[in-house]
């Protein structure tokens, strides 16, 4: 990687590109090769070429996508997951031990909240809920045993948003650190690590694969010592990105401002075709004026993402039929594709946080609105949403 191409002089779209895309040493190849390898031949004892050798510890085409990763979300090192969720579970036992405290947000993905309710609490690491859009609430849930306040935002599936800023400098004043998952605004759109945020989360799964035939996770951070602490963690429990899976993520970053571009002008069409509909009865997307979120949304995003939520004024049977009938929006989990999805979290994304404090409405329908034509997308809800 030469070094002008990762350089803070570029702009977003030309570090997608080219950032950890070198050119191969061996053949000239202009896409870094899928690296299909376990171990590497050794010059000599401890001979190692380029640092490589056994790609549970490091694989050049992970090294590509980690480079690139870190670049674009202006953070000096980046790590790369088998998911979403195992970048997670790195991450929270590489912060936090047994006995240690951290505050959850109200509304999160189901995964997340699992990943605490269930999994880490096990072993002894306490937790909390708190309306994360509002600083001073989140800075009372602070205990003196606090190590990190998490905040997803946007969040899934409600469209609250927190701000980062603010949030930065709460957890600052108490000597805390920042977790941002940054999956539905992507780093196109927003970039924590600038606005104070420590550690950034991506399901790599969504905006930045893109196209819906990866699953995989990251970790980004600005500062070099937890960047080491976080590589120490990756090699040691060992849920990394496979050659082919990130090779998948390097080649989706390269288009991620211009689908980024298309979804948020389709999404925001929806949502305002959606507050005019007569059997829609709240519009959640930070891109209405009435949003709660939209002021600070509006500070720390370029523009307001892909994902529009709604809730189906005749309640939960009327939601879970308008899933149903849609068309050409596919009914199914995930999100992030050029492909429209529709789902209702409440009975598929985030069953698992039923009876918690993160339960969402009934009524609920959630879109990730994807790349097709805006005019197409719109007659799909619309014959959705009729009555028979
Ligand atoms: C999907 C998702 C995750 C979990 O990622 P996986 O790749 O499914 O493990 C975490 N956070 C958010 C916001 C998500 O949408």
Redesign the pocket.
């Known amino acids: 990687m030469t070094h002008e191409h990762t350089g803070d002089t570029f702009h977003f779209e030309t570090r997608a590109i080219h950032a950890g895309n070198t050119a191969d040493p061996a053949t000239g190849a202009v896409v870094p090769p899928i690296y299909q390898v376990s171990t590497y031949k050794q010059d000599g004892v401890g001979g190692l070429r380029g640092g490589y050798e056994y790609s549970r510890s490091a694989n050049p085409t992970r090294s590509a996508l980690e480079e690139n990763l870190a670049a674009i979300e202006g953070g000096t090192r980046a790590l790369a997951f088998a998911?979403?969720?195992?970048?997670?579970d790195c991450l929270l036992r590489t912060l936090l031990s047994p006995g240690d405290h951290v505050v959850i947000p109200n509304d999160?993905?189901g995964?997340?909240f699992r990943l605490f309710a269930k999994v880490a609490s096990r072993w002894g690491v306490e937790w909390s809920v708190a309306n994360s859009s509002d600083a001073e609430a989140v800075r009372a849930a602070l205990t003196p045993r606090t190590k990190a306040i998490w905040v997803?935002t946007p969040?899934?599936p409600l469209l609250g948003i927190s701000d980062i800023a603010a949030l930065s400098g709460v957890a600052r004043s108490a000597g805390v650190r920042l977790v941002v998952?940054n999956?539905?605004a992507s780093p196109y759109l927003q970039q924590p690590l600038a606005l104070g945020a420590d550690v950034v989360?991506?399901?790599?799964?969504?905006y930045m694969g893109g196209h819906s035939d990866v699953?995989?996770?990251a970790l980004i951070v600005a500062d070099a010592g937890l960047g080491d602490e976080l590589a120490f963690h990756q090699n040691a429990m060992g849920a990394i990105a496979g050659p082919f899976d990130a090779w998948l993520v390097l080649r989706g970053v390269k288009t991620l401002a211009v689908r980024m571009d298309r979804h948020c002008e389709n999404a925001a069409r929806i949502a305002d075709m959606l507050t005019n509909h007569p059997r829609v009865s709240h519009v959640l997307y930070p891109g209405l004026p009435d949003h709660p979120g939209h002021e600070v949304a509006a500070k720390q995003m370029k523009a307001f993402g892909g994902m529009v939520s709604f809730r189906v004024a005749d309640g939960e049977a009327a939601a879970v039929a308008v899933c149903d009938r849609a068309r050409l929006f596919t009914l199914g989990e995930?999100?992030?594709g050029v492909e429209s999805l529709i789902e209702h979290p409440g009975r598929m994304?985030h069953a698992s946080a039923a009876g918690s404090p993160l339960e969402v409405p009934s009524d609920l329908v959630r879109l990730s609105v994807g790349i097709e034509s805006g005019d197409d997308l719109l007659e799909d809800l619309k014959q959705a949403l009729a009555r028979d």
């Open positions: 998911s979403g969720l195992a970048a997670e999160a993905y995964g997340t997803e969040s899934n998952d999956t539905f989360v991506h399901s790599t799964t969504k699953v995989g996770g995930s999100l992030g994304t």
